[in-house]
């Protein structure tokens, strides 16, 4: 059965943080979608040159090409707007061909709505603008990434947020995601370790609406203990294991997703849902790749 979330290799070193579905290869109102038995069947079928995302039960070697539908109507000054409807359609897209068991195959719309409304073209390096609404990770210097929209979407969506929840973020990057969780309406903390990363999400973040986002610089293995407890805390880079004082941060009911797993391999995304008599349910979600979580000497 295949359970994948696939990456490129040589874009690992470069700190992908997760892998993608369409190619700037493939016209953007097609989506390909391909199946394989194990990881490596995967790679093989991809011949390392395409990222790709999936999560699906077919048979090896199985391509499944899905016709997106028509865009709505969008804002005529937003030059990017209908590349974020297709985005959105990517995402839903990968979502129907690669969720099930513990992932949603259908995102909830209010997630969609907010990823229809972020610009992710203004979290990028201003010569990747092109390519910022391509379902894929993509580089923002320092060796880090901003992840690929389907991840930020689905852990978004994970999470099941409420207007007004408390939410820690460990690994700001470009300051995305902290930007679609308070698109949500949720009250953001961000930790971000690299302080030109922190500084630049500190100064974007405002500039583009999102002056409520609070921004750290520091190791997010500590969480932020003068803000807590939180509703939920959001790991996007890859753990090793979790960090007990971030545990220790989640409110009775939170949810806490992080990639758990090894450095430059792939890791389990895993949600870690703090039950209200204080016991701990984890559930699997799927492979994944993120950079890794690294430690302040
Ligand atoms: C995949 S990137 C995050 C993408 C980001 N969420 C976005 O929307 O652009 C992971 C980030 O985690 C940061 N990071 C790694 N270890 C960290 C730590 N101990 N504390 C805080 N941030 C950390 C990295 O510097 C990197 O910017």
Known sequence: ?????????????????????????HPPMWTMVIAARSLTDAMRLLGGGLVILRRLSLGAGAVLLVLCGAAPAVAPDDPYAQARQRMVRTIEAIASAAGGDATPTILDPSVLDVLRRVPRHAFVPEGLRERAYEDEPLPIGYGQTISQPYIVGLMTDVLRLTRGDRVLEIGTGSGYQAAVLAELGAQVFTIEIVPALAQ?????????????????????????????????IIVTAAVPQVPPPLLEQLKPGGRMLLPLGAAFLLQELVLIEKLTDRTVRTTALLPVAFVPFTRTP
């Open 200 to 232: 630049q999400a500190a100064a974007r973040l405002p500039a583009l609406g999102y002056g409520a986002v609070r921004v750290r610089q520091g190791d997010g293995y500590y969480g932020w203990p003068e803000a807590a407890p939180f509703d939920a």
């Open 1 to 25: 059965m295949l359970r994948q979330h696939l990456i490129l290799p040589a874009q690992m070193g470069e700190g992908v943080a997760a892998s993608g579905l369409s190619s700037p290869a």
